[in-house]
């Protein structure tokens, strides 16, 4: 009953936010034509690896010592804020966009407080939390563009982060920094830190790639498409946040596990029959999409799978494996676009994706095999 009922409280914030969130993205791609689309995108994405290179503490690394109720978490919320202040002001200089450095205190913000509420089960102010920012979202988004312009919807983006930099701003406490409780665990901070760098490829960098090389029309295409797959893999999402709780507390879920992979399944096998179809009806400014979105949805199995094994080897403080597998699916994305899309075009960007999420898995697998 006590699993329904969490399941029930993180499966229906994801499933309305996500909703309400994606619904902006997606009215917002038939507003803006391709090569708008991917200009937004390629800056969200400095702000993400801004996110992502600038605090010392993951959202991994967050969930797993609230859960156990580390010392080390201050202090590691203490540097990751310096950290944070000193991205900003690099990027700031690079860009000179004082909107997009808002976006990357919320980003940050989002990541650290939203894992130290899952890992310390606290549900409620979790999935309120990340609901409101989620409504905020199209609130603040729509209220922007039509008002102020395209280049206000990074304000509008930052400002849906407000109560999570509240919180993350209460968190830091100088006065109770420890150095020495962090050294304990030094090693699992260290590897999913280079997770995080490593997992960027797959996340924001191959966005940067893209735009770089290819130009904002294919990023935009791109993401149009990652923003379809990313409501199929809500499901899957919601189901790996309660896996990863119950891993943490060493709770017998195998059954439940099996349940999600069978679910990933039937969401692939839909979206490469029927998305192809659909998908220049909806959106007729993305012409050139329905091949490469049969072909990415295939990915949510191994996405799927690949989040499984994460929730189990985080919660035995296996770094090295982790950190193993994004490598393996980092390279394996780049090479794929620097090879694959100048003859094949954003087919060849989608059978890269799908490569890449198999060899996570299998990288997995091959790792927990000679390490264990």
Not at 83 to 101: E, K
Not at 147 to 163: E, K, M, N
Request: hydrophobic share 50%; aromatic share 14%.
């Amino acid at each position: 009953m006590k699993r329904v009922k969490t399941l029930t409280a993180i499966g229906s914030t994801e499933i309305i936010g996500l909703a309400v969130s994606s619904l902006f993205w997606l009215i917002l791609a038939n507003l803006v034509n391709p090569e708008n689309y991917g200009n937004i995108f390629y800056l969200i994405s400095i702000a993400g690896v801004a996110s992502l290179v600038s605090p010392i503490l993951s959202s991994y690394v967050s969930t797993t010592y609230a859960a156990k109720k580390t010392e080390a978490l201050t202090g590691l919320y203490t540097i990751s804020f310096f950290g944070t202040v000193i991205g900003i002001l690099v990027v700031y200089l690079m860009t000179n966009r004082i909107d997009v450095c808002f976006l990357i205190f919320g980003y940050v913000s989002s990541n650290l407080t939203m894992g130290k509420m899952l890992g310390e089960k606290k549900i409620r102010a979790y999935t309120s939390t990340n609901l409101f920012q989620r409504c905020l979202t199209p609130v603040f988004g729509f209220l922007f563009y039509f008002l102020f312009g395209f280049d206000s919807i990074f304000y509008a983006l930052a400002l849906t982060y407000i109560l999570h930099i509240v919180i993350f701003v209460k968190e830091i406490k100088i006065q109770r920094f420890n150095l020495a409780s962090i050294k304990p665990g030094i090693r699992f901070i260290y590897f999913n830190y280079l997770n995080n760098l490593a997992g960027l490829v797959g996340g924001q960098v191959d966005k940067l790639l893209i735009a770089t090389l290819f130009g904002h029309t294919l990023l935009g295409n791109y993401s149009l498409i990652t923003q379809v797959i990313g409501i199929m893999m809500i499901i899957p999402n919601i189901f790996f946040r309660y896996v990863l709780l119950e891993d943490l507390y060493q709770i017998e879920n195998r059954r439940l596990k099996k349940k999600i992979v069978l679910f990933a399944i039937g969401i692939s096998i839909l979206g490469f029959f029927i998305l192809p179809q659909t998908i220049s009806h909806i959106f007729p400014k993305y012409l050139g999409i329905s091949e490469a979105i049969g072909i990415m949805s295939l990915s949510v199995l191994p996405s799927t799978y690949s989040r499984i094994q994460t929730s189990r080897y985080l919660s035995q403080e296996k770094g090295l494996i982790i950190l193993g597998g994004t490598v393996v699916y980092a390279c394996s994305l780049f090479l794929g676009i620097v090879t694959l899309v100048s003859f094949m075009g954003i087919t060849g960007l989608a059978i890269s994706f799908l490569v890449a999420s198999f060899s996570q898995v299998i990288a997995h697998t091959i790792l927990i095999a000679k390490l264990s």
